[in-house]
């Protein structure tokens, strides 16, 4: 188990390392910047740096952990990245599966993939099914998403580097915001951020709002409208 400070959960599980950059989302990734931090340290799991690596030997790591937990899979890669077979992606989602006393959030770019699974896999109730949106010119990964069996359905608008208007939030059960952060983030505007807020409340959505982002993120907080949005989406026992 790997702790995390990622705002919207609190662990993160890598049975994939690795990943490569398919939209303007991508170009400033923290986790390529950490994975070749962590491969100049002699990181045995990020030997590869940051190309696409399969680590069958702890796809069953989070049987062992006893205390229910959410828990963030592959924050170090994407799961439905195209280097990894749909065997390996039906092996992770045995193990959510077994492991019903977690709630697992799995984050993708790539909702093609998505839909070419959800025919032939069974997602667990215990597992919350995402899309990042960062601008308009990427909202139809929603479409995808809401196309899913998922029981719970989630979309990460971060790094939002730009607006992305009215957006079809039907289906949808969490929203989540955030600016970009580290070395090169792009701004922000406050007036995106509160276009899918409003859209999120309108239809009773749980909004988060993870950070303003910027090279020093600690510093500009996470306030909005004078307080933190922490909502989360209700899962039925």
């Not at 799991?45 to 696409?52: E, H, L, Q, S």
């Not at 196309?147 to 949808?172: H, Q, T, Y």
């Not at 406050?190 to 999120?200: F, N, P, R």
Request: net charge positive.
């Amino acid at each position: 188990m790997a702790r995390t400070t990622i705002e919207w959960t609190e662990c993160s599980w890598n049975p994939v390392t690795g990943c490569s950059k398919i939209s303007a989302g991508c170009e400033h990734c923290y986790a390529e910047r950490m994975a070749k931090r962590l491969c100049a340290m002699g990181q045995p799991r990020y030997r590869n740096g940051f190309k696409v690596t399969l680590h069958c030997d702890i796809v069953d790591l989070p049987l062992h952990w006893r205390m229910p937990r959410s828990i963030f899979v592959n924050s170090m890669s994407d799961l439905f990245h195209e280097k990894v077979p749909d065997a390996f992606i039906a092996s992770v989602v045995e193990t959510i599966d077994a492991a019903s006393w977690h709630r697992f959030q799995l984050l993708t770019k790539r909702a093609e993939r998505i839909a070419e699974l959800d025919s032939r896999i069974k997602w667990p109730a215990n597992a919350m099914l995402g899309v990042t949106v960062e601008h308009r010119a990427t909202r139809g990964r929603i479409e995808a998403l809401r196309a899913s069996s998922a029981a719970c359905k989630f979309i990460s608008f971060e790094p939002l580097i730009g607006p992305v208007g009215k957006v079809d939030l039907r289906g949808i059960d969490w929203v989540i915001v955030g600016g970009e952060s580290g070395p090169g983030a792009r701004p922000m505007e406050e007036d995106w951020v509160l276009e899918i807020k409003h859209q999120a409340e309108a239809l009773g959505i749980p909004f988060f709002f993870k950070q303003w982002g910027g090279v020093f993120k600690k510093k500009r907080g996470r306030s909005l409208e004078g307080r933190e949005w922490n909502e989360m989406p209700i899962f039925a026992d």
